[in-house]
């Protein structure tokens, strides 16, 4: 049986499982998959199937390589190395969340394992501000750019926002990161981004 066909079955087998999502959004109130989820059953089905996954990451690229312990054939799932830069962080803590990121979403896409859109959960609860009020022209002041932010590849802008919100000691610092991110959204997922912002700015508020 070829190392493909043992990954086919693989996947056949972690799609019967009921496997439930611990991973919570406590802002928009969407769940999603942890790798502690699924990691003990995929685990429990290579040793039955005779397979062994393990995860390198290098200053470019990350690989998972599956190894049929039988043949020694292979299969590589390959994902772009990225940074993140999340505030109050160690290098070596944003190293870890990276990596952590990246492995959750190797092991997803060799496995096939699909998750519902995060914005399906969400209301669309849309804060009414009134128009402003015309006021007259005053000199403009030319103010200096904020640093563009990044988002770690295989991270979705949502999780990002949530992180990057709650790292937010005071609001001079969360009004520039929400119109930022702002910008790189639409449609519902502004309505997330807004529903992450105000319940951040109601908790720095209190």
Known sequence: MSVHLKLTKARVKLSKLDIKKTGHNKFSG???YELGDFMPHIQSIFEELGLCGTVSFGQEMAVLTIVDAESGQIVEIT???SEANLKGMHPVQNLGA???Y???YLWTSALEITESDAIDSTAADVEHKPKPVAKKAEPKV???KEPEVTIPDGMSILEFADQMFAASASMDELKPMFA???KKTKGDEQTVILNLYNARKAELEA
């Open 142 to 144: 030319e103010k200096p």
């Open 30 to 32: 969407y769940y999603y």
């Open 98 to 100: 990276v990596q952590t």
């Open 102 to 104: 990246i492995r959750r």
């Open 79 to 81: 994902s772009p190395m």
């Open 180 to 182: 930022q991110l702002w």
